[in-house]
């Protein structure tokens, strides 16, 4: 090898060695930068979710009711007899007390009522009187008749007990004949004629018994006749009274009428229709006046057979009238029906509501959420947190940064929240958002906590 070779040679052992430690240089500042890289590549691993925290509360599961406010109370003002109305002191609208004169009625036409009803009384009287009269002489008739059959019923029995005790006493004799004949010491003829001779004796009873019975048989018709007429009546003897009591009732009231020309409203409340004007007629078949209290408002609504089991009479319940604003107001289960309804086959139920404020109306919509399932002191979280794999549920909950896929058993729901019976303590912190993307021992990052 010569000197130029030799020259070549040590050139490219250096360059070797130059890259050797080049190469080394770079692989110590790469162990320096490691560590941080793969934090950075784990960071980029967690799944961000959103969380809640399991703990103790009351669950109830409350079902929704409607249907439209009524009065407490509504009483309709009718005239005891119809009248032309002389002045009305009310509108509609009229806030009116016990006692206030709502209408006057003329007091022209209550002398021609009260002689309308003096003469009705007087026909209905006579009609009652006469009707009465034929029902009480039937009556007569009829218990006159039994006594008769009575009787006859008794000549019956003594002549049926004579006619007896002779053919009692007959009978000896006939079987003696009957033996003489069969010993021939008479002959068949005048066996004959002697018992015919013996039963003739007992003809007269049976003649009588025979008229007897007859005469029975005819009462007895005559009685039958006499029942009939009875039941043909239109009225029995306490329906006739009635009828007159109630045309004496009409004459009455008539006669009052003049101390009734003032129509008064019967309680404290709102004067919510009036149908007449002055010089008009106030009759019964359409109530002048209306008065409502309106100082509570009633809601009836209707509930299943299984429902209105959980429901009892003083509940407390939370009414919405959007009408009147988005904040409920609070009712009183006031009744619970025994019985279905025969048209809708449901239970009647009827929540009151304190309406001293004045803000609701009757006739305003309403709706009524009734509790019919509570749970106190149970641990609960937001339903979002439950996955549901076919019959088995589940939450992730969240330890030391990372996820536990857990099975929980679970109750009542609110449509919110849910009850967790087993599998879940309270404090316990579980993911609502984002298990689509989790799995056990996967880590996390809580982007939001709820309260």
Same mark, same amino acid.
């Given at each position: ?10 050139? @490219?052992?250096?360059?070797? @060695? ?60 009718? =005239? ?13 609208? #009229? ?10 009625? /003329?007091?022209?036409?209550?002398? #021609? ?6 003469? %009705? ?19 007569? #008739? ?5 006594? /008769? ?22 009978? =000896?004799?006939?079987? +003696? ?57 239109? *009225? ?13 009732? %009409? ?36 109530? =002048? ?12 609504? +209707? @509930? ?14 939370? !009414? ?39 803000? @609701? ?32 549920? *589940? !939450? ?40 689509? *993307?989790?799995?056990?021992? #996967?880590? !996390? ?7």
């Amino acid at each position: 090898m010569n000197i130029r070779g030799s020259k070549l040679i040590a050139y @490219l052992v250096v360059l070797t @060695l130059l890259a050797g430690l080049v190469s080394g240089c770079a692989a110590l500042g790469g162990l320096g930068k490691k560590p941080q890289d793969e934090q950075q590549a784990v960071e980029s691993q967690k799944v961000p979710v959103e969380a809640a925290t399991a703990r103790v509360d009351t669950i109830q599961n409350v079902k929704e009711f409607s249907g439209t406010l009524k009065p407490i109370k509504e009483v309709m003002v009718i =005239p005891q007899i119809p009248g032309k109305v002389s002045k009305v002191h009310v509108e509609v609208g #009229q806030q009116v007390k016990e006692g206030d004169v709502l209408i006057e009625l /003329e007091a022209g036409d209550v002398e #021609q009522q009260i002689a309308q009803a003096q003469a %009705a009384y007087e026909a209905s009287k006579a009609s009652v009187e006469l009707s009465k009269k034929r029902l009480n002489d039937l009556e007569s #008739q009829k218990s006159k008749l039994q006594v /008769e059959i009575d009787k006859v019923n008794k000549q019956i029995e003594d002549v049926q007990k004579a006619l007896n005790e002779a053919k009692q006493a007959i009978e =000896p004799e006939i079987a +003696r004949l009957e033996e003489m004949r069969q010993k021939g010491a008479i002959t068949d003829e005048q066996f004959e004629e002697q018992k015919t001779k013996l039963e003739e004796q007992l003809k007269p009873l049976q003649d009588g018994l025979e008229k007897l019975v007859q005469q029975k048989a005819a009462l007895e018709k005559s009685k039958l006749e006499i029942e009939s007429a009875i039941k043909s009546m239109p *009225y029995d003897s306490k329906t006739l009274d009635a009828q007159l009591n109630q045309a004496k009732m %009409a004459l009455d009231a008539a006669k009052g009428a003049a101390d009734k020309l003032k129509l008064l409203s019967p309680i404290d409340g709102v004067v919510s229709s009036l149908s007449v004007q002055t010089g008009q007629m106030a009759a019964q078949a359409s109530p =002048p006046v209306t008065i409502i209290d309106m100082t509570a408002l009633i809601l009836d609504i +209707r @509930l299943s057979e299984f429902d209105v089991v959980k429901v009892q009479p003083g509940q407390k319940v939370d !009414v919405y009238v959007d009408a009147a604003g988005s904040q409920p107001v609070e009712g009183v289960v006031e009744w619970v029906s025994p019985s279905t309804d025969p048209r809708s086959q449901a239970y009647g139920v009827r929540v009151k509501i304190d309406n001293s404020p004045g803000k @609701l109306r009757p006739g305003m919509f309403a709706r009524a959420g009734l509790v019919l399932d509570k749970k106190e002191n149970v641990v609960v979280v937001p339903k979002r947190a439950i996955v549901r794999q076919g019959d088995q549920a *589940y !939450v992730f909950v969240i330890k030391g940064g990372s996820v536990e896929r857990r099975e929980v058993q679970v109750g009542m729901d609110d449509g919110e929240r849910i009850e967790v019976i087993s599998g879940l303590k309270s404090g316990e912190q579980v993911v609502v958002k984002g298990q689509a *993307y989790l799995k056990e021992g #996967q880590k !996390v990052d809580i982007v939001k906590q709820e309260s």
